[in-house]
């Protein structure tokens, strides 16, 4: 039996320390990729570029991919030109392009320069398409066949195609002289069929589903979850096809596109790298303005409980609801913008949606105002404040609720009317909100039943 060896942060400090290169190569030989690239990131970067030499040259390219891209600066500035030119020659299209689009300008023309004349024409090219586009995502490798060929010519034309990595077997188009795409087939389906004299074209699945190089990114990731596809052909305006966009790739778009929303939605704006790459000077400028908007907002809602001072001397159990009665009014708010911002995200929810969501979410706000103001009301109740006020909380609570409802549910429509991201339309953004409008309905509920009824 093969046992294969260790890998953990700990073993290969230890063995670095000791300069047991022998088990750091058969370590690096053994384990997966995507391990041993997240053992190289909790490294320093010294010790990284000591350990990247012994890496077999089979797998450097591969590892250096699976890097975050900080990493593969670090590493690009301290390797030798030899090894970084190998690396970014042997390194897939679409992952060199997504590395080169990072870099500043001076950085990635000398890259490009130390590439050989092949690949630099195909890094270009790529380059040459919009930031966030489906041809900044694409390798332009695949393997296409004949639409004329038999199984067993097919069969024979694979079995040469000796260049391309074997992973790119699965993706099999059948196209035309000159180079329309007319459809797919798989490999497995030619293995299986009659390699004599059965013609491609009909075991091959018609391509009606592609992509544009020009399209923005983020609508591949919606085709892709449309059609549930682990791959895609990516054609020009002729139907051409010019290469193929997979699944790996735009889940990449779609993490960062989901991070972005939740960032802002934390009430801030997005950051360009991770965390702890952020300037500090960048993290402060992202979050001051929006923590400066919402102070100021805090302002107006204690400006607005002032001007019920008086009251609130007269009637002091109002103490004991305020604070209750503005989270209710935020949490709702929240809870139901959540849910509308992702509908709208994965396009569950789209904008001629928005008087059904009304409507849908007016009903769901009473009822559950209802049952909240059912639990406020017993809670004044049992604090000996009678029925009165009793009756109050519990108007209070179901008009917040509602109020909150409404707003979360119809701001983010709004701000994508207005060409605004409605993750913009953050947690705290709606509490602020949702404060000055419970002390407003707090205040004149109380004083409108309470002149009604009397107090006590």
């Known amino acids: 039996m093969v046992v294969e060896t260790p890998l953990t942060t700990q073993f290969v400090k230890d063995a670095l320390d000791f300069r047991d290169f022998r088990s750091l190569r058969a370590a690096f030989k053994d384990n997966e990729v995507a391990d041993i690239a997240e053992i190289f990131s909790e490294l320093e970067v010294s010790e990284s570029i000591r350990l990247f030499r012994l890496v077999p040259r089979a797998r450097r390219s591969a590892l250096f991919s699976f890097l975050a891209f900080e990493r593969q600066e670090d590493l690009l500035e301290e390797l030798p030109d030899v090894i970084v030119t190998a690396l970014l020659n042997e390194m897939e299209p679409d992952d060199r392009t997504k590395l080169l689009e990072d870099l500043s300008v001076e950085i990635r023309n000398k890259i490009l320069l130390k590439l050989d004349p092949e690949e630099r024409k195909v890094a270009w090219t790529l380059l040459s398409y919009p930031e966030n586009s489906v041809g900044r995502l694409m390798t332009p490798d695949f393997l296409a066949l004949d639409v004329g060929m038999t199984v ?33 087939v798989s490999l497995a389906s030619l293995v299986v069929s009659d390699p004599r004299s059965l013609p491609i074209t009909q075991i091959m699945k018609k391509s009606y589903v592609s992509l544009n190089p020009n399209q923005d990114a983020e609508e591949a990731v919606e085709i892709f979850r449309k059609y549930d596809s682990n791959y895609m052909p990516v054609v020009d305006d002729n139907r051409h096809i010019i290469g193929i966009v997979t699944a790996d790739d735009v889940f990449d778009i779609a993490e960062e596109e989901a991070t972005e ?36 907002g805090g302002f107006i809602s204690g400006e607005a409980i002032r001007s019920y001072d008086e009251m609130l001397s007269k009637w002091g159990f109002l103490v004991f ?31 001629r949606d928005a008087f059904r969501v009304l409507l849908r979410e007016l009903l769901i706000g009473l009822t559950l105002g209802l049952i909240l103001s059912m639990v406020g009301a017993v809670r004044a109740f049992t604090w000996g404040l009678g029925y009165k006020v009793a009756i109050i909380i519990g108007i209070v609570v179901i008009l917040v609720v509602l109020v909150g409802v409404i707003a979360g549910s119809m701001l983010p429509f709004i701000f994508r009317a207005i060409k605004l991201d409605p993750a913009v339309v953050s947690s705290p953004f709606i509490s602020t909100i949702m404060d000055l409008t419970s002390v407003i309905l707090l205040f004149n509920v109380t004083n409108m039943v309470l002149r009604y009824f009397g107090y006590p």
Request: proline content about 2%; cysteine-free.
């Open 261 to 296: 929303d939740i960032q802002q939605f934390g009430g801030h704006g997005a950051l360009e790298d991770s965390y702890f790459q952020t300037p500090f000077r960048t993290m402060v400028w992202k979050r001051v303005g929006w923590l400066a908007l919402l102070f100021f």
């Open 321 to 351: 609801f305020l604070t209750t009665i503005n989270s209710t009014g935020g949490n709702s708010g929240t809870q139901t913008a959540s849910l509308i911002i992702r509908g709208l995200a994965i396009n569950e929810i789209s904008s």
């Open 152 to 184: 067993s010519q097919a069969l024979e034309s694979i079995n040469w195609s000796t260049t391309l990595p074997i992973e790119y077997l699965n993706y099999l188009f059948v196209t035309q002289q000159d180079g329309t795409l007319v459809g797919e």
